[in-house]
């Protein structure tokens, strides 16, 4: 196990320090770090700690809680097409960003946006599990987060159809796109108690996860209270998911291929694959956001879009993968 944590944490850690140094600035290695360590408002300085240091965390906590929040789903569903924005919460997040962006409090107010994207992903929650009920099953749970999802998307959709003002809607759209750019420090502070309880939930979940690969019988004769399982795994999910979505818009495939990446290097333990797609997708998102900025410094590149890019492909490699070893 150690053998994957261990290049996957060095990996994570250069990375975070590529991002720290790499930007349109052109700032030099020392310059870099003077201004990061000193303090003072010199503009090397304000770049490091108001522009940089912020989107590189921000990168690190996304990534981790969805590469975590994907591996913990698709163990409880035993399906490796499940990701964490199933149950309705990334949807629900994006909806009241939206609605905060149309209304204008985003602009009257500096945290209204992330503020209504956790109100909404809150609500995503509660309609989950009322939907769902306190017994049900994992095929509930499913069709739970598709309705949620689908009335959020719905929903949203109807808000940008009836928006009297194109500019909120370029806006609306660009946003939904996900990025880290312009993040601050008050961003950061914002999602982490959100991380820090969402990831603490979901990495309770290991054993309970192992005894689910015998079905939900067998796990419940070992002592695994399935129902508490389920409730853990949904808070933990809508911690995580509704903080990354209320600070950076939508990030979509983090959570759903690193999961895949990594599982052959892991075993057939869900309880291993966690921490290991946490890794993992603080690589893929600091991987990514670096990309973002090399590739087209001069474009605003969203973070979103490439994380599709790259994602997409791969996961349908993966599915012509998996065809092949069953045929």
Sequence with gaps: MSRVLAPLALLALLLFAGSLLIGPAGLGLAESLRGLMQGGDSPVTLVMREIRLPRALLAVMIGASLGLAGAAMQGYLRNPLAEPGLIGVSGSAALGAVIAIQTGLSASFALGLPLAALAGALLAVLLVMALAGPRGTSLTLILAGIAVSAL?????????????????????????????????????????????????????????????????????????????????????????????????????????????????????????????????????????????RVILPDRDLKLGVLTALVGAPLFLHLILKLRKERF
């Excluded at 796990?219 to 809508?238: E, F, P």
């Excluded at 990354?244 to 690193?258: D, K, M, P, R």
């Design 152 to 292: 959020a998307a719905a929903l949203t959709s109807l808000v940008l159809n009836l928006s009297p003002n194109p500019f909120a809607a370029s806006e609306i759209v660009f946003w939904m796109m996900g990025s880290l750019e312009d993040r601050s420090m008050t961003h950061v502070w914002l999602a982490l108690p959100f991380m820090i309880v969402g990831m603490a939930l979901l990495a309770t979940l290991g054993r309970g996860l192992d005894a689910l690969t015998l079905g939900e019988d067998a796990a419940q004769a070992m002592g695994i209270h399935v129902s508490r399982l389920r409730l853990l795994l949904v808070l933990g999910t809508s911690c995580v998911v509704g903080a990354g979505t209320a600070v950076a818009g939508a990030i979509g495939f983090v959570g759903l291929v690193v999961p895949h990446i990594l599982r052959p290097l892991v075993g057939a333990h869900p309880s291993r694959l966690l921490w290991a797609s946490a890794l993992g997708g603080a690589v893929m998102v600091l991987a990514a956001d670096i990309a973002a």
